[in-house]
């Protein structure tokens, strides 16, 4: 799998910095930025659901891991600063980080145009579309779509993100179970209490490793184009800046890729 996600990351990185210059408005106002709130009071208030595997996940013991926390982690000490988690749910992400809540949002936030209405975008890191995920044993029902949407298909997904959104969108004649623990979904498929998830294809790759029986269905060749990225409060071009450049230098330096070969290996 590493070949797939590092032609998405080598065209990600090379627009990383193009998009500072382009994005940004003209006129730039860094009185009050989160970039000197966070190294003034040494303390990085991140969001995110904690339940996307590999990007964030809250073990049992309350602490977190995955792609988006071994980032973060670098990303806080870059700015002499401690991360705090504050734990929501997609449904509440965007809300939350308006609100005031944090100072970022991550975890597999997928970009998308609605919330691009009401919050910045970092510089995409991962080109990581719409997959399937379904038991081993049907894989070769579910390759499209049209396969996927029939009234005899369950097709369950979690609520207040893209994967609600694509659901509601594209499967008219399945039958739609809203789920509210994106933690135990794949449970549900293993029990045959539905058929079909489809998320992003890093989660469904992920968790085909970690559910015997499961299967991404052509990870490589996802359903719907996407891309990953950290949400950041609207207007804090400052902010927004800095947040590109480190992921740029990141990338540039191997350490990103690192991190990357760490999960999705």
């Known amino acids: 799998m590493r070949s797939t996600f590092s032609i ?21 106002n860094a009185a009050g930025s989160h970039l000197d709130t966070v190294q003034k009071a040494a303390a990085l208030r991140i969001c995110t659901p904690g339940d996307y595997k590999p990007f964030s996940f809250q073990k049992a013991d309350g602490a977190f891991e995955g792609i988006d926390v071994d980032l973060m982690t670098g990303f806080s000490a870059s700015l002499g600063a401690k991360p705090e988690w504050v734990k929501t749910t997609w449904a509440n992400l965007l809300p939350d980080l308006s609100a005031g809540k944090c100072d970022i949002a991550v975890g597999g936030v997928s970009v998308t145009t609605d919330r691009q209405k009401r919050a910045f975008f970092s510089a995409p890191y991962m080109v990581n579309g719409k997959a399937p995920i379904a038991r081993c044993a049907d ?32 499967f008219k004649q399945a039958k739609l179970t809203l789920h509210g623990e994106n933690v135990t979904i794949f449970d549900e498929i293993l029990a045959n209490r539905a ?54 230098l990141q990338q540039a330096g191997g350490d990103f890729q690192r991190v990357m070969d760490r999960w999705l290996k």
């Open 8 to 28: 998405g990351l080598t065209l990600i990185a090379a627009a990383a910095v193009l998009s500072g210059c382009a994005m940004a408005p003209a006129a730039t």
């Open 139 to 170: 894989v070769a029902k579910y390759q499209s779509v049209a396969d996927i949407d029939k009234p005899s298909t369950r097709v369950i997904f979690n609520p207040g993100g893209s994967n609600e959104r694509f659901a509601r969108a594209n």
């Open 195 to 248: 058929d079909v998830f489809v998320t992003e294809s890093a989660e469904a790759i992920t968790q085909q490793k970690l559910k015997p029986g499961l299967c991404a269905i052509n990870p490589d060749k996802p359903l719907q184009y996407g891309e990953m990225a950290w949400m950041l409060p609207r207007d804090d071009v400052a902010f927004k800046a800095y947040v590109d450049q480190w992921l740029h």
